[in-house]
Every structure is written in structure tokens, then in C-alpha cells.
């Protein structure tokens, strides 16, 4: 079944390494310990591969095998290298694990510093910052990325760094630094020849062009950010570009190619089982509803969009933010004030995003409240946002 799925959804057959991953059972590692570095390096790409292809648990096995093995060598370099694996694959592919991730990271930069390992450093001190953007933890996620960028000396450690900074640039409404790193982080990828770095920057790129209404910009980004997912055949990465895709068609008035982006972004999302994307292509489906006057069903998948995003204790915050914005909106519009009301008050509280709160204050004075609007300005006038500048002066969304 797994050899069919790879073939299905990657067109590629399953390497040795990810046979012998998908082999192994959760904690019960095959036959005998392996010894020496040959053997370590061998499981890490084991659990690599295995990661990279979907078999997430065969590859967190392997990753664990290879930090018990590494351990038992005496070389730091080489335990940092398998932590440093391990630990991103917590953070990154098994939802709910960012806790045991970081303490996994921490391990990494200790053994890495102590071994001179640079590069094993920068990306444990990257993945830090991605678990604290995150989790909106901004001031502490810039720390662990101001560090990362002062270790990293080469393209290929830098471009990514410099995509974690954009991304946390654009979250709290920063669009002059976020253009700035993620356009630098584009030219390192590609560079670096990193095609999956080059895929994941432009999307970010894409979004916070997204957010200022400039659809050509986002759209050139988002073409190219799918020409390149596809090139990788990264399914797991798909369902973010697709949805961000959907939204500038839907915004175009596309209706038909909307919901085909969507949908397909949907099913996608939920097969992979990752609840940021499931809540963003759920948030499409329902506006998609809402916009042709379905508003029982618009409100049913923005409440599933919700549900999806938040069901794990490591959630993006953005991606819930920008749901409740959207859950907001769609209340308001059906005159559901009490909903929109509580929801609102729930927006406001997103920790360093101020261009969901200036939204909030912006639904509020739709409620009524006579303050809102004055408050609204206030705190927009600092952001660089010409879409949000015609809100606040009173254009139609």
C-alpha cells in the first residue's frame, strides 16, 4: 500500500533506505544494534527519506536508532547531526511535539558547540526560532534567528534562516522586513541550489503580497512556488500554495477555479493529517459558501477551518488568526452580532499580530462600538499595509 501510494502520489519507487524504515516498528528497532559512523549516517537517511516520502513514524524510528547509536560512539559532532534531525522532524512532521522537539534542538546546539559543527548549530538554532514564530513568541523566535544568521556562512544556511524571519516579519504585519528577508532568502535558495527552500519562501512571499492585495505579485510568486513544488514532487508542502491560490481567484471572482483549488487542497491537507493546512483550505471553503449567499454552510467550515487549526497544543497562531478574522467577518455580514462579538474579543487577544487587531478593532466598530474606528487608525498607522489603509478609510471590503 505504501508503494502504491508513493508511486500514486510521487512517481517515484521507494529507495532501500525507505524500505528499511518502513520496516520498523515503533519502538522496536531491527536486529542487532548497529555500530560505527557508516551505520549512523545510514539511519539518519534512512529516517530522512522516510520522512521526506510520508512514513513519518518509520522515520522518527530511524532518527531515534540513530541518536541511540551516536551516542554510544563519542562523537558529538555526530549525535548533534541526529538530534538536530530528530528534532525537526518533531517540530516539523509529527503535530503536538514541539515541546519534546525543543528539548531535542537544545541538545543539538550543546553537542554541536562543543564539536565546532556550524551547520548543525544554525539549524538547530533556526528550528528554535520556527517553534517560537509559531507559537508567537515573537521577541524570543528573533533571538534564536539573529543567532542562526550570525553562525550561517553559506547560501544554503542562510536562505532558510532568512525564511523563518521573513515569515515571522510578515505575521506581525512588518511587510518592508518581511519583503526584505524573504526575497533574500529566494535568491540564497536558489543559489544554494535548494529547490524546496526556493518553493517554501516564495509562498511566504506570496501571502504577505496576499494580505496587501497586490494579487499580480502574489500570484507571479505563488506560480513559481508551484512549478517548483511540483519539479520536488513535495506533496506534503501542496495544500499551503493551493489555498493561497484559491484565495487570489476567489478574490478574482473564479468561483469554479477557487473551489477546485480548494477542494483539492482540502483532501490533500486532510490525507496528510497537518492542521495548519487543513485550517487554511477549510477557511477557503467557506468563504468560497460565503460569497455565493451560502451562509449555513460558509459558517459550518469556517467553525470545521477552526476546529482543524486548533486541535494540537503547537498551532500557528496566524493560521487561527486569520480564520477568527474570517469567522468575524462572516457573523458580521449574516448579522450574528453575538457570535461576531465573541469571536472579535478572541482575535484581539492574538499575541504580536497587529494586523489582526486592528481587524478586531475594525469588526468592532461595524458592532457599534464608537471608539473602535479611532482605535483601528491609531494602531494601523504604523503598518505598511495599502489593502488595510483603504479599510481603515472606510472602503469596502
Given at each position: 500500500?505504501?508503494?502504491?501510494?508513493?508511486?500514486?502520489?510521487?512517481?517515484?519507487?521507494?529507495?532501500?533506505?525507505?524500505?528499511?524504515?518502513?520496516?520498523?516498528?515503533?519502538?522496536?528497532?531491527?536486529?542487532?544494534?548497529?555500530?560505527g559512523?557508516?551505520?549512523?549516517?545510514?539511519q539518519?537517511?534512512?529516517?530522512?527519506?522516510?520522512?521526506?516520502?510520508?512514513?513519518?513514524?518509520?522515520?522518527?524510528?530511524?532518527?531515534?536508532?540513530?541518536?541511540?547509536?551516536?551516542?554510544?560512539?563519542?562523537?558529538?559532532?555526530?549525535?548533534?547531526?541526529?538530534?538536530?534531525?530528530?528534532?525537526?522532524?518533531?517540530?516539523?512532521?509529527?503535530r503536538?511535539?514541539d515541546?519534546?522537539g525543543t528539548?531535542?534542538?537544545?541538545?543539538?546546539?550543546?553537542?554541536?558547540?562543543?564539536?565546532?559543527?556550524?551547520?548543525t548549530?544554525?539549524?538547530?538554532?533556526?528550528?528554535?526560532?520556527?517553534?517560537?514564530?509559531?507559537a508567537?513568541?515573537?521577541?524570543?523566535?528573533?533571538?534564536?534567528l539573529?543567532?542562526?544568521?550570525?553562525?550561517?556562512?553559506?547560501?544554503?544556511?542562510?536562505?532558510?534562516?532568512?525564511?523563518?524571519?521573513?515569515?515571522?516579519?510578515?505575521?506581525?504585519?512588518?511587510?518592508?522586513?518581511?519583503?526584505?528577508?524573504?526575497?533574500?532568502?529566494?535568491?540564497?535558495?536558489?543559489?544554494g541550489?535548494?529547490?524546496?527552500?526556493?518553493?517554501?519562501?516564495?509562498?511566504?512571499?506570496?501571502?504577505a503580497?496576499?494580505?496587501r492585495?497586490?494579487?499580480?505579485?502574489?500570484?507571479?510568486?505563488?506560480?513559481?512556488?508551484?512549478?517548483?513544488?511540483?519539479?520536488?514532487?513535495?506533496?506534503?508542502?501542496?495544500?499551503?500554495?493551493?489555498?493561497?491560490?484559491?484565495?487570489?481567484?476567489?478574490?478574482?471572482?473564479?468561483?469554479?477555479?477557487?473551489?477546485?483549488?480548494?477542494?483539492?487542497?482540502?483532501a490533500?491537507?486532510?490525507?496528510?493529517?497537518?492542521?495548519?493546512?487543513?485550517?487554511?483550505?477549510a477557511?477557503?471553503?467557506?468563504?468560497?459558501?460565503?460569497?455565493?449567499?451560502?451562509?449555513?454552510?460558509?459558517?459550518?467550515?469556517?467553525?470545521?477551518?477552526?476546529?482543524?487549526?486548533?486541535?494540537?497544543?503547537?498551532?500557528?497562531?496566524?493560521v487561527?488568526?486569520?480564520?477568527?478574522?474570517?469567522?468575524?467577518?462572516?457573523?458580521?455580514?449574516?448579522?450574528?452580532h453575538?457570535?461576531?462579538?465573541?469571536?472579535?474579543?478572541?482575535?484581539?487577544?492574538?499575541?504580536?499580530?497587529?494586523?489582526?487587531?486592528?481587524?478586531?478593532?475594525?469588526?468592532?466598530?461595524?458592532?457599534?462600538?464608537?471608539t473602535?474606528?479611532?482605535?483601528?487608525?491609531?494602531?494601523?498607522?504604523?503598518?505598511?499595509?495599502?489593502?488595510?489603509?483603504?479599510?481603515?478609510?472606510?472602503?469596502?471590503?
Amino acid at each position: 500500500m505504501c508503494e502504491d501510494t508513493l508511486r500514486r502520489e510521487l512517481g517515484v519507487e521507494p529507495s532501500p533506505a525507505l524500505r528499511d524504515a518502513a520496516d520498523t516498528s515503533a519502538g522496536a528497532p531491527a536486529g542487532l544494534p548497529v555500530s560505527g559512523r557508516a551505520a549512523v549516517a545510514s539511519q539518519l537517511d534512512a529516517g530522512r527519506a522516510a520522512i521526506a516520502a510520508g512514513a513519518v513514524q518509520a522515520g522518527i524510528d530511524s532518527l531515534r536508532r540513530a541518536v541511540a547509536d551516536a551516542n554510544t560512539l563519542a562523537d558529538p559532532a555526530l549525535e548533534g547531526q541526529a538530534l538536530v534531525a530528530l528534532g525537526g522532524a518533531l517540530v516539523h512532521a509529527v503535530r503536538g511535539r514541539d515541546e519534546e522537539g525543543t528539548v531535542v534542538l537544545h541538545e543539538a546546539i550543546r553537542l554541536a558547540t562543543q564539536a565546532g559543527d556550524r551547520e548543525t548549530a544554525v539549524t538547530a538554532h533556526r528550528e528554535l526560532g520556527f517553534v517560537e514564530v509559531q507559537a508567537g513568541r515573537r521577541q524570543t523566535a528573533e533571538t534564536w534567528l539573529a543567532r542562526a544568521s550570525a553562525l550561517a556562512d553559506t547560501h544554503a544556511q542562510l536562505a532558510p534562516v532568512l525564511g523563518v524571519r521573513g515569515m515571522n516579519a510578515s505575521d506581525t504585519a512588518d511587510y518592508p522586513a518581511a519583503f526584505r528577508h524573504l526575497q533574500a532568502s529566494v535568491e540564497r535558495a536558489e543559489r544554494g541550489g535548494d529547490a524546496r527552500q526556493q518553493a517554501w519562501s516564495l509562498s511566504i512571499l506570496a501571502r504577505a503580497h496576499l494580505l496587501r492585495d497586490e494579487r499580480s505579485q502574489a500570484a507571479f510568486a505563488l506560480d513559481r512556488s508551484l512549478e517548483l513544488v511540483h519539479q520536488q514532487r513535495w506533496m506534503a508542502f501542496l495544500p499551503w500554495p493551493q489555498a493561497l491560490t484559491g484565495e487570489l481567484e476567489l478574490r478574482a471572482g473564479r468561483l469554479d477555479a477557487a473551489g477546485e483549488r480548494f477542494e483539492h487542497a482540502h483532501a490533500l491537507a486532510c490525507q496528510l493529517g497537518d492542521p495548519c493546512w487543513e485550517g487554511m483550505t477549510a477557511r477557503g471553503l467557506g468563504l468560497l459558501r460565503a460569497s455565493v449567499g451560502d451562509h449555513a454552510k460558509a459558517t459550518a467550515w469556517l467553525e470545521e477551518a477552526h476546529v482543524r487549526c486548533s486541535r494540537v497544543s503547537d498551532r500557528y497562531q496566524w493560521v487561527r488568526g486569520y480564520v477568527l478574522d474570517a469567522m468575524v467577518a462572516v457573523a458580521l455580514d449574516q448579522r450574528d452580532h453575538s457570535a461576531a462579538g465573541r469571536l472579535a474579543d478572541t482575535l484581539a487577544a492574538r499575541g504580536g499580530m497587529r494586523e489582526l487587531v486592528v481587524r478586531a478593532h475594525l469588526h468592532r466598530g461595524r458592532l457599534g462600538d464608537p471608539t473602535a474606528l479611532a482605535s483601528a487608525r491609531l494602531l494601523g498607522a504604523a503598518i505598511d499595509n495599502p489593502a488595510l489603509a483603504r479599510l481603515l478609510d472606510g472602503e469596502p471590503r
